[in-house]
């Protein structure tokens, strides 16, 4: 069997909500033991929230969960209690990476912060990933994806500029740039430490990652060129946007970027008497007129199956695609092709759709490893297998509640 890149890699997980949890997954579906430590009595808040496997809510019924945490283990620890602590801190010294999201100062104030933890494993890579960075003025502000992305200048750059930002319609900052950025400074730390011995302290400022998003947007400010909200369109080419089709909110994403794709989309369309008048003989034209230009486009659009002319204008080489919906993405030919889609067993949910490791290694695959797991399912194997916890002694944390 191919060895996972990651194998023998061991991360004490205390991460949570979005952000921190799709970090240390893509780091355990490539083979890292990561082990989620949770709370019985403030559970991961993205446990309960929706969609709910069957509509039926529950600690171990989130979609969003699942999909965050695969490959994982779970123990349940009340880190408030010492015996909770010193379980802790005994994980943390057979872990070679630990990993948190929360505020500045709470790893601190739980006897969890780096200056401990640096005693007992010096060679640890520890990652904190605080809203706004552990300096500065808003050092302590909280905020999720939705606030991150507002204060990071990601949200007023989205929607029509006469109307109010729109959003992303997701917590981006959560999905793509925060953990992503933290996986990255992880593995690259994990590196330093195999060839230097030496462990690492790693600050993820949350904002600070978000920010690399917009950066053209901030070049353009830099430049003293104003920036706002510009919906759908491009600066430099017309038409560029998503245009009504035939059906219930059925459309079509196209961009034209020459004037070759401009009259292979023309004739696509029936050659138009608006299509060929002055105003839309060259790219500048029809970016002055492109108000113009896309009602008369939406006109005709209007009039077509959103897939059928996505295929029409591929075929002529215009850029167009369906804009599908969620039943669509999972019946989507070349996503099922590419076994995109893959179906575990999840002890409580039955069988159920995830979405594949995205990036494929020749040498060293990832794979989903398992489901993610139940609030707690592995707190007696690791406390009894890994951190030396006599049965006896397990049971007796487990009735007070340090354990379960």
């Given at each position: ?7 023998g ?14 970090l ?24 309960s ?34 015996r ?26 739980l ?10 494993r ?69 590196r ?29 400010a ?44 023309v004739?696509?369309?029936g ?16 970016v002055?007129?492109r ?35 969620a ?29 594949n ?7 060293t ?14 707190t ?19 009735d007070e509640?340090?354990?379960?």
């Amino acid at each position: 069997m191919t060895p996972l890149p990651l194998a023998g890699v061991r991360i004490a997980d205390f991460t949570w909500v979005g952000a921190g949890p799709f970090l240390t997954k893509p780091l355990a579906d490539h083979g890292a033991d990561v082990i989620k430590v949770e709370s019985r009595t403030h559970t991961d808040p993205i446990r309960s929230m929706a969609p709910f496997r069957d509509s039926v809510p529950g600690v171990n019924r989130s979609g969003y969960f699942a999909n965050r945490n695969t490959s994982k283990r779970s123990i349940c620890l009340d880190l408030k209690h010492p015996r909770g602590k010193e379980l802790a801190l005994e994980l943390i010294a057979q872990s070679d990476v630990v990993a948190n999201n929360f505020t500045p100062g709470t790893m601190d104030r739980l006897g969890l912060g780096y200056e401990t933890v640096s005693r007992i494993r010096p060679d640890i890579v520890y990652l904190d990933m605080p809203m706004q960075g552990n300096a500065g003025p808003h050092r302590d502000f909280r905020g999720y994806g939705l606030t991150i992305g507002a204060v990071g200048g990601l949200l007023g750059l989205t929607g029509y500029p006469d109307r109010p930002p729109l959003g992303t319609g997701t917590n981006y900052p959560d999905h793509v740039p925060n953990p992503l950025h933290a996986a990255v400074a992880v593995l690259a730390a994990l590196r330093h430490r195999k060839r230097t011995g030496k462990g690492q302290y790693v600050e993820l400022a949350q904002l600070e990652s978000t920010v690399n998003a917009i950066g053209p947007a901030l070049l353009a400010a830099a430049a003293g060129v104003p920036t706002q909200r510009a919906a759908n369109e491009h600066p430099l080419t017309a038409p560029h946007g998503v245009y009504p089709c035939r059906g219930t909110d059925r459309w079509c994403a196209l961009a034209v970027t020459s004037d070759e794709q401009w009259a292979a989309l023309v004739r696509t369309l029936g050659d138009p008497p608006w299509a060929l008048t002055p105003a839309c003989a060259t790219a500048q034209s029809r970016v002055a007129a492109r108000v113009e230009l896309d009602e008369h486009l939406a006109e005709v659009t209007a009039l077509w199956d959103a897939r059928q002319l996505a295929e029409a204008l591929t075929e002529v080489g215009v850029a167009a695609a369906e804009v599908s919906d969620a039943a669509q993405i999972l019946a989507d030919p070349q996503l099922n092709a590419r076994g995109h889609w893959t179906v575990l067993e999840h002890p409580e949910m039955g069988p159920s759709v995830y979405d594949n490791v995205p990036y494929r290694l020749s040498a060293t695959p990832g794979a989903l490893r398992s489901p993610a797991p139940l609030l707690g399912a592995d707190t007696r194997g690791i406390c009894i297998g890994l951190l030396g916890v006599e049965p006896d002694e397990y049971q007796r944390l487990a009735d007070e509640g340090v354990v379960g």
